[in-house]
């Protein structure tokens, strides 16, 4: 998006150099990748960066009113109230498509948000990779609110560990090696010294919730939750059972609280009103279906990664609905074929995180991730037989 840039990369590549920084990956954490890694960035202007930190800045102010958490009490789920202080949400992302809108301008557009953690640590990482392939200036980052990695690390440290001792603090995921995120866990561990504890592996004593490592209990003092407890559901009894000990200990901090994940999520986009968010309503206060459905996409609320998103609804599929007031439907956004490959263009979604020490009054954009697609979705696990598709990452114009 930002020609010059954008040129001079496309007539530098080497396929050559591609690889050598796949090899790079796999030498550095063997089989740790499970994604596929577009064969380049973005590299986005200060108009466009500038409208989704706008974009964001209204979001938050939303989560910051008085009556946001009684507006959002519907959307925990009876069976994961996890108990305890939520306090606020150490982590935000907001998704945004780069979309055309009617006048042919390129505009970002929101498509989720979510009260959870992204691939904090593996993107630091990976802007680093990318730099190894080609000479990306200087006055480009992948930083926002004036940081470098030094500080942003400094400030992920501070939220995730706060004032307890590393090994008191865990990386907590339901069978982390087999997730596809499974790098970012391992690079998190690298960066931090956390230990990276499966759910299966949680015990609870004298009331208290520890892990077991080399035969030996550990206290949890707080968690860096990875869950998702939707995920949680689809697994067997025995590992539910584990999830119920979450609920046992109500002095263990969490980082973010699971709670957040519910109250920051697609359930938040019927009340947002803005240029650059899609008009969405909750599937059980439409009334009357669209004249205009093929203009929108029919989402369950807490699915993740894009699962079980129908795009191209039918009245049918809306009438088949069982649980109405657990879906949306969403206005479609029109993507835009903005980055120029060697075959057709890319299409290009960005996810800004956001990062909330306890001493910041607001939650601050810190870094991003990025998404590159030619077919209909959006995400990593989709159209993995084309060539620059795949997560990537935004380097932007200071």
């Known amino acids: 998006m930002i020609e010059r840039h954008r040129q001079s990369y496309n007539a530098s590549f080497d396929s050559d150099r591609y690889r050598s920084m796949l090899a790079a990956i796999e030498n550095t954490y063997p089989g740790e990748l499970d994604f596929r890694i577009a064969e380049t960035p973005a590299f986005i202007d200060q108009r466009f960066t500038q ?21 959002t009490e519907r959307a925990l789920p009876a069976q994961w109230r996890i108990p305890g202080p939520e306090g606020r949400p150490a982590f935000l992302a907001f998704d945004f498509g780069v979309c055309s809108n009617e006048e042919g301008h390129l505009q970002p557009q929101l ?10 640590g593996y993107q630091s990482k990976l802007a680093e990779w990318y730099r190894l392939i080609h000479p990306i200036e200087d006055s480009l980052s992948p930083y926002l609110s004036g940081l470098d990695q030094p500080r942003y690390l400094e400030m992920l440290r501070n939220c995730i560990i706060g004032q307890h001792d590393p090994e008191n603090v865990i990386l907590l995921e339901i069978l982390p090696a087999q997730q596809k995120t499974r790098i970012d866990f391992a690079i ?27 035969g030996q209990l550990n206290p949890i003092r707080r968690i860096y939750n990875r869950i998702i407890f939707d995920e949680l559901e689809q697994q067997p009894e025995s590992i539910r059972k584990q999830g119920e000990l979450l609920k046992k200990d109500s002095t263990v901090e969490w ?24 008009t969405t309503y909750f599937l059980n206060e439409v009334k009357q279906i669209p004249p205009d459905l093929s203009q929108y ?25 069982q649980d ?3 879906w949306i439907l ?27 020490p306890e001493d910041a009054p607001k939650p601050i954009p810190t ?32």
């Not at 504890?197 to 892990?211: K, S």
């Open 51 to 71: 409208q989704m930190i706008d974009t964001g800045s209204y979001i938050i102010d939303k989560i910051l009113e008085p009556e946001f958490m009684a507006r």
């Open 111 to 120: 498509i989720e948000l979510q009260g959870f953690p992204s691939l904090f």
């Open 188 to 214: 998190t561990q690298d960066l931090l010294k956390i230990p990276i504890v499966c759910l299966t592996d949680i015990r609870l004593h004298d009331g208290r919730l520890h892990y077991l490592r080399d």
């Open 255 to 278: 980082c973010p609280h699971p709670n957040w994940f519910y109250r920051v999520s697609k359930f938040l986009l019927p009340y947002l009103h803005h240029p650059c968010v899609p």
């Open 297 to 321: 996409v029919l989402k369950p609320l807490f699915s993740f990664a894009g699962q079980g998103v129908i795009i191209d609804p039918t009245p049918e599929d809306l009438q088949q609905i």
């Open 324 to 326: 109405p007031s657990n």
């Open 330 to 356: 969403q206005r479609k956004v029109n993507y835009a074929p903005v980055i120029p490959t060697p075959d057709d263009p890319a299409k290009l979604e960005i996810r800004l995180f956001y990062f909330w």
């Open 367 to 398: 870094l991003n991730l990025a998404r590159l697609s030619k077919g209909k979705m959006v995400g990593t696990r989709y159209n993995k037989d084309r060539m620059w598709v795949g997560g990537s990452i935004c380097f932007f114009e200071q």
